[in-house]
């Protein structure tokens, strides 16, 4: 309190004046001053401020304006008033009045609420470009982003061969209009215009260059998620990297080691919320070297006729398997007695969804891309946030079958604007030829 009462002394006094019995002084204290300055100097009642008074700390002279300022409401507001407003029939008055303001309220908020649930997401403005945590991210206008052109992603990743016999990829980093099922257009953040991005395909011991052009209107960078990297190649700014700017490039240059073999995924690492969540990840797959100790049991795991790669996640409030609701998610079509191998990866920024096949169980053979010492049977499994699961399962149904496969979190089987009867969102279809 010193150090408060020396701050705001400017002139006349350092120490707490002799008049008050605490310390900063109560409004009794400033009371009983005024009531001693009363019959002391009459005379100078008259006046704006006593005279004592302007020879006091400014800052308790201030308290002591503050305090003639409350006695001059009191006066302006009698005791009466206040013993009527505090009476039962004034409370009465008072607790309508507040409740029914707060009806007024209520009503005014329900009122838009359901405005924001009946209506679908709008194809060309701002309140389709929040990404996969909408109310999280800024708003952007979108009438400058241009339409996705191709439907579905896992498109395998473009190369070149350097002159020194490297792999080279590039990708270029671009918003585009993202339709999760036909018709409704959401603010996608892509590698290559596609939800999911490009699949890079590679093979352990090889070494590979990544470029990425920034075409987005913030910075990015790109993470390699399971691979053992040096840090200077991780993609996690600032670490290692700066974040690659607008209209800038950069390039990764790294080998694969033979423990990278297995199913692993590429995602932003830079406002990881609304570009993750945008769609920003793709499917980083490393086939094992021949001859490395990886090989023989992978090869022999993962063998199967059919190999899909699946990402879950969220897009512009959207649940989506690949970039696509239900009923616009890809079918799966399998063939009585052949094998099939899914590769499940969890890119949603905040869920798990536990994915349950219907009909068949499946063996979990790799883990985050690793080969299990021992495999085991399932039918549902949780895929968190950043997982890989190899599963395989055998399509013993008749041609003709129908099996779903979907996320058992069941108000994840939802498209915005659907109600309870309707399926969308986590749901993708097992279709047996006939
Ligand atoms: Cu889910």
Redesign the pocket.
Known sequence: MTIDAKSHTEDVTKTPASFVSTWPPTEEDLNAVERNLKQAKPVQQAGQTPSAVEQWPEWLQKQWVASQRRRSWLIAHPPSFRRRLFSPGGLLAVSLVLLLVLVGIGMGASLLNQRGSTSTPSTSSSSSSSGGMSGMSSQQSTSNVPDATQQYGNQPAKFVMDKDGIKHFTMTAQQVMWQPVKGQKVLAWTLDGTVPGPMIQATAGEHVRITIVNHLPEATAIHWHGLEVPTDNDGVPPIGMKPIQPGQSYTYDFTLRDEDAGTHWYHSHYDDIKQVGGGMYGAFIVAPRPGSAQYQPMMKAEHADIDQTLFFGMLGGY?VINGKSFPDTQALTVKHGQTVHLRLIGADVQ?M??MHLHGHSFQVVAEDGHLLPAPYTKDTIAVAPGETYDVTFYAWAAPGSIYPFH?H?LT?LMNPGQSGGEMGG?IMLVEYQK
Request: proline share 12%; aromatic share 12%; with cysteine.
């Open positions: 649940y869920m969804h536990p996320c979190i994840h986590l």
